[in-house]
């Protein structure tokens, strides 16, 4: 199931990428102008929020510590959302990783989020086996959302 604004940007991409077969009336031309005005508009408004808030990223930790400091746990940025939040304290709890991004990506409804993450936890492993634990783990939030973009690795 979509949400509102999922189901408005897909009806807009496919409006604007249908070319119109035969001449349109004035009133049609300016209704579809004025569509694809409101969708780059709100396209360019969501780009300009997304730029002005960082993404949720935790600094990276490089291979030069010496082995005897103990690796430091990450610090939850303090620009999640609520979902974003949820997903990042789920994720930290099982996975204790070295590197994690956590980022809503549906535009703001909550429903589809990118998620990067980096953790001894998946050395060993080949790809499916990291991304179905990150999928077990957050079972309970995953049927509530559209998709999530992941991506794992070992550090």
């Not at 077969?21 to 396209?43: E, F, K, N, V």
């Not at 610090?75 to 099982?94: F, H, R, S």
Request: hydrophobic share 35%; proline share 6%.
């Amino acid at each position: 199931m979509l949400c509102r604004s999922c189901m408005r940007n897909r009806l807009t991409q496919r409006l604007s990428q249908t070319a119109p077969r035969r001449p349109l009336s004035s009133a049609t031309t300016s209704r579809l102008q004025l569509q694809q005005t409101s969708s780059l508009l709100s396209q360019t408004q969501f780009l300009q929020s997304t730029a002005r808030r960082a993404l949720s990223t935790s600094p990276v930790r490089f291979s030069t510590q010496p082995q005897d400091s103990p690796i430091v746990p990450l610090e939850k940025p303090a620009n999640l959302t609520e979902g974003e939040a949820q997903v990042w304290d789920i994720l930290i709890a099982e996975f204790s990783p070295t590197q994690l991004i956590v980022q809503d990506i549906s535009g703001g409804c909550g429903s589809m989020y990118g998620i990067d993450i980096s953790s001894e936890k998946f050395r060993g492993l080949g790809m499916l086996k990291q991304q179905r634990l990150v999928n077990a783990a957050l079972a309970d939030l995953v049927k509530e959302w559209h998709g999530v973009q992941l991506k794992t690795r070992a550090p």
